[in-house]
């Protein structure tokens, strides 16, 4: 499992045509902003990094690009031909603005005879030794996982930054491992403060529900039924929190209050939606899976994320809505190509849902099964495919084109 991260920034997540009916594969944090490419991984790239003061430059002039004297203060590593040591000068073309003995990251890559230098990056001292010291990727996960959280929110940003991009970066399994060590008081305290980056909170709700109680519980329900009109970065994972501690009776509060109310703003349904879709890939059984499916159909009342729900309804296997999604093709507020594709998409995935086992003996292929073996729900969606091919052939023919079967 390649520890890249599963981008879901809330209204901005982009969902592929194609439905797959396999398992989605825990390979993030879900509530973190995009993914970067963060301090360890870059130092590992580089074929050289040192850490260098700044002495001077010439300012650039029109044309001129200028440029910029460093002194070398250490040496983290080199190609093995390297010259570079303690006390030697660089002089990097492009002027670099700063003051006498600030510090700076130099990264380069070997070229014909010589390194070149990437932009320089400014850094304290304690920020140095932060990156000097940070296990490198080849090491365990949650060695460098408990490493990286004790900087989460340090005052040094550069240092903040980094730590939060390392848990954004790691596999959701990984960051589970490390319950025992999070720091809850902190959590609740990061959560509770507006000192802290909107992109962070998500990702701090769903640590305090790995690693909180009932009163922690509490304290997120209170900020979730806040009374907003504003949209709240992060407030998806702070609801994921709040299912993972509380299970079954939180999810009927998001019913309630997130995915019933129509008067609740469009942010606010589609966080909890997130939150139910990350409980249904990663809660472990928390809460009972036709209860998910319970709550993920009162969605469909909503037009403007008719096409998303009916894609996660496939995925959930919730074969029951067919007959509601065929009502829906011809209702006037969902009569939208994108919502009529799905439900074509949600008929493709019901009537290949077979359960055929594959015949290793048969080159892996599936077995068919004689129709009257199928499962009930089968032989429902064959007919009703077959309706919506003499209905409207075209979207049925541009549903098929995208449809894969993972």
Known sequence: MKPYQLAQLLGCVVLSLNVSLAPATAIGCPFCTAPSMTMTEQLVQADAAVLVKWLGGIPSKQTDAGSTDFEVVEVMHQPANGKLQKGAKLN???????????????????????????????VTQAGYEYMKNSPKPDQPALKRLSYFMKYLEHPDHTIGDDAFGEFANASYADVVALAKEMPREKLRTWLTTNTVSPGRIGLYGMMLGLCGNEEDAQLMERKIMESTEEFRLGIDGVMGGYLLLRGE??????DEKKLKDKKAPFSETYAAMQALRFMWQYGDNRIEPDRMRQSMRILLDRPELADLVIADLARMKDWSVQDRLMELFEAEAYNIPSIKRAIVRFTLAATRDTGAKRDDSQGGSSVARPLDELPAHVVHAQ????????????????????????
């Open 249 to 254: 009776p939180a999810l009927t509060q998001l």
């Open 383 to 406: 007919k009703c495919l077959e309706d919506l091919e003499k209905r409207d052939p075209k979207t049925v023919n541009e549903a098929k084109r995208f449809f894969t079967l993972k």
């Open 92 to 122: 990097l073309i492009r002027y670099r603005s700063g003051k006498v003995g600030d510090l700076f990251l130099l990264l380069g890559s070997q070229g014909v005879g010589s390194i070149e230098w990437g932009s320089p990056l400014e």
